[in-house]
């Protein structure tokens, strides 16, 4: 199978961003990786190590941050930790699972690779790079790991995927909108306004693009629950509130589905 690569280097002030792209028959995706102030924020993925490499070797790099366990985040951190020796850090527990050998679906190996073992370090509560104290902000609801950063000297906020889409349609089996909901609550609630989005990158107003996706969210569910009271069922709301088929549906085999929206919701 032919899948297409390619990578772009951006700079906004004094974050360096890498992006990574993967598509294959409709479905495109992509990966970003920051380095700030001496920290590396998330590795990218296995299949896209060649195109970060360079990335990685021209940075000024002391140490790693993950935002959450999935492949294409930490994809490149065993070559990172072989290579360069910098110290990872992960939320706490995930970081058993991060010296094991990782185990998801197939076509997520065929777009993201196999990501390697590696040893990695809890997160505290806060940590600190060359010239700034960061808030570590617990985020679950994507990943039960999911960690965002928030810089307290610039105020720039560091997403992960908490937020990717303003609008999101698909997701994965595992996730929480409710969860999601509390997690954008959360960060809501610190002072910043430019936001570092792992798929979406570089948002200027990215309060105000996390405040859009929260009131969609509110929006949403609360269209869930009056069908709910209506009486339709899960296959019924799905074709009503999503009538659009992303290819990732069926190339996931389900494990991505706009249904995972709806039970996640109503099972609350």
Known sequence: MLFNKKSERLTVGDVQMMNGFVSFQGVRLNVYSFAVDGLLIDTGSQSLLEEFKPFFAEMDVEQVVITHHHEDHTGGAAYIQKTFGWPIFIHEMSVAACQEKASYPLYRKLFWGKRASFTAHALGETITSRSAV???IATPGHAADHIALYNR???QLFTGDLYVTPKTKVVLREESIPTII???EHVL???FDEVFC??????RHGRAALQKKLDYLYELTGKVHTLQKQGLSVREMNKQLFDKKYPIVKF?????????IITSIINE
């Open 134 to 136: 960061w808030d570590v």
């Open 153 to 155: 000297k610039t105020k």
């Open 182 to 184: 509390k997690s954008l």
């Open 189 to 191: 609630t610190y002072d």
């Open 198 to 203: 792992c798929h979406a990158g570089y948002m």
């Open 252 to 260: 996931s085999g389900g494990e991505w589905d706009s249904m995972h």
